[in-house]
């Protein structure tokens, strides 16, 4: 992701907002891995965080909106290494 290099630095304050929220995503994954999405609730996670679920609410609205996250950030991850398997150099097209 090339892209981050254009962003302005954050503040402290948004980099450890960045830093609770990749905790979070962590922690869920595996919660939800271990539990399956029927057995995992908001407040296990919290629990698994040694955290408040308001902080958890705070960057989550729902279950499913913290599931969709995790299942992008997998699938974000997932598409990278992809990417570097099919073509190192970074030039898709002829290589497909």
Known sequence: MTG??????????EARRLDRRD?????????FLEHGYAGT???G???ALGGSKG???NHFPSKED?????????ATAYRAQLSQIL????????TL
Not at 24 to 31: D, G, P, S
């Open 4 to 13: 981050a290099s254009n962003t302005p630095p954050t503040s402290r304050r």
């Open 87 to 94: 073509d190192p150099c970074g030039v898709l097209e002829p």
């Open 41 to 43: 609730t908001m407040s």
């Open 23 to 31: 905790t979070i995503l962590t922690v869920a994954k595996a919660y």
């Open 55 to 57: 902080t958890l609410w």
């Open 45 to 47: 996670i919290a629990a």
């Open 66 to 74: 913290l599931f969709s996250a995790v299942l992008d950030r997998v």
